[in-house]
């Protein structure tokens, strides 16, 4: 901006602040109409039009760098000054080390406008009624010559903010929300770090490719073009990683279809607000794909009858895939889970047997490769799967954390009784051939890693054993 202006600034005192500050001072009926009258009284040549900041946010559409905005500070009538909130924001997480921002919020302010070669004056006003109404209300009031190049900035305003922007739709609390640290998490999932059956993987893949390739198909045959999965097993086994990699690869194709992910019903306006709000999101989204992860706890007997409703759809679902999980299918109503029209595919996922407890260690052995304190030769890989019988990905999981955890603290510590050197190695061969979970080759009980990692299996084992004992009781 170079200060110069097309449109004309009235000098003097700002009719508006004025009224503003004015109205503000007393009993508030309805800010919205003392604005808009005060502006066609200061801007009597212009057009105001009023768009809702909850839908049509300037200063962000301005900031993301599609327009230009410019605060206006009358130094004639400093009484009447824009009102800002600033606040400081601190760094995401303190471990990347970032400095934090400053950032304001707007009660009242004036600015001047550009784009795509249109000038605007936007005043945006909190016009809040009364102390304790909620949600607050914030307005932009475009004052233009051309009412229709300001209904063209509110359309593109309010895309890009409807839009994602390296970001997942969750719903959370009663409303969506863009998340980008979910999106940063899905970037670092794909299929191939998933460690399933290869015929099992390749069927959930195509069955979810081949639908959003298939529009034309449900047409023809007079179907709904919509569909519903389940993966359902015991926790720890690759459902939430599975869908992450779906997730994943679904924004890679050459048209991208988004993820609604769904955390709760729990909402200010209860669940039947919360389901409504869901398929009313995808239905706008679709194609899209809407994951409802913990499905049986998340719909409860409460709300199954609304659920069914909206998944029926007397509005069209066209377009929706939803997948749900559950470690516990039993605890579905039958009409959810049994009913083909619903969620008509369904996958287990059972823990994980011998092969792929190997391939779980190589990945772990692929992750540790560049970490010269760590062996990790294959024949490892094959003694860590022997002993990690009925594990689930997760047990094993916590097994290589805790180990490497272990070996972290003793590098760290005077205290050397995690350690074992070459010195300890006879005393260590014999007490290991007593131990159930000792090795068949004696050269893995020079290695650290086995060590540990033999030592909190036997600690998870212990643990399932007392859950079973109890689940049985």
């Known amino acids: 901006m170079t200060g110069s202006y097309n449109l004309t600034i009235r000098p003097g005192y700002d009719e508006v602040g004025r009224e ?8 508030r009926i309805n800010t919205d109409a003392v604005i808009i009258e005060a502006l066609r009284k200061q801007y009597p040549e212009l057009s105001v039009v009023v768009a809702p900041a909850a839908t049509c946010n300037l200063l962000a559409f301005a900031g993301s760098g599609h327009a230009l905005a410019a605060p206006i500070q009358d130094t004639t009538d400093p009484v009447y000054a824009p009102i800002r909130w600033r606040q400081y924001i601190p760094p995401a997480r303190r471990l990347d080390h970032g400095a934090g921002a400053l950032a304001d919020i707007v009660m009242f302010g004036k600015y001047i406008y550009n784009w795509n070669s249109h000038e605007f004056i936007v005043y945006i006003v909190n016009g809040r009624d009364g102390s304790s109404a909620y949600p607050s209300v914030v307005n932009n009031y475009i004052l233009t010559k051309e009412t229709i190049s300001a209904d063209q900035l509110i359309i593109a305003a309010s895309k890009y903010g409807s839009e994602l922007h390296n970001e997942v739709w969750v719903f959370d609390g009663g409303y969506w929300q863009k ?25 959930i893949i195509n069955d979810v490719d081949h639908f959003f390739d298939s529009r034309d198909t449900y047409t023809k045959l007079k179907v709904p073009w919509k569909r519903g999965i389940i993966y359902y097993g015991p926790p720890g086994n690759g459902k939430t990683i599975s869908i992450k990699a779906m997730m994943h690869s679904l924004y890679q194709r050459k048209e991208a279809i988004p993820t609604l992910y769904v955390r709760t019903l729990a909402s200010f306006a209860g669940p039947e607000y919360s389901i409504n709000q869901i398929f009313g999101k995808a239905r706008q989204e679709a194609p899209c794909y809407l994951v409802f992860e913990d499905l049986d706890s998340i719909v409860s007997d409460s709300v199954r009858s609304y659920f069914l409703n909206e998944v029926d759809g007397l509005k069209s679902n066209d377009g929706i895939l939803m997948v749900g999980s559950t470690n516990h299918l039993d605890r579905l109503d039958p009409a ?29 052995q692929h992750k540790l490769s560049d970490n010269p304190d760590i062996e990790f030769p294959d024949k490892l890989c094959i003694a860590i799967a022997n002993i990690t019988d009925k594990f689930s990905f997760a047990y094993m999981q916590e097994a290589f954390v805790a180990a490497l955890l272990a070996i972290a603290a003793s590098q760290n510590s005077v205290d050397a009784d995690l350690y074992v050197g070459p010195a300890k190695s006879a005393n260590l061969t014999s007490r290991m051939a007593a131990d159930p979970l000792s090795g068949e080759d004696p050269d893995l009980d020079d290695l650290i890693l086995w060590q540990e990692i033999r030592k909190q299996i036997k600690i998870l084992r212990e643990e399932m054993d007392e859950k079973s004992v109890k689940h049985a009781k």
Not at 185 to 193: G, I, L, N, P, T
Not at 354 to 363: G, I, K, L, S
């Open 20 to 27: 503003y500050f004015h109205h503000s001072s007393g009993q």
């Open 179 to 203: 998340s980008g640290e979910l999106w940063q998490s899905v970037q670092h999932s794909k299929w191939e770090d998933v460690i399933l059956d290869a015929g099992m993987k390749k069927a």
């Open 336 to 364: 959810i889970s049994k009913r083909p029209s619903r969620f008509d595919r369904k996958y287990y996922f059972p823990d994980p047997n011998f092969d792929q407890r190997v391939a779980y260690c190589h990945y772990w």
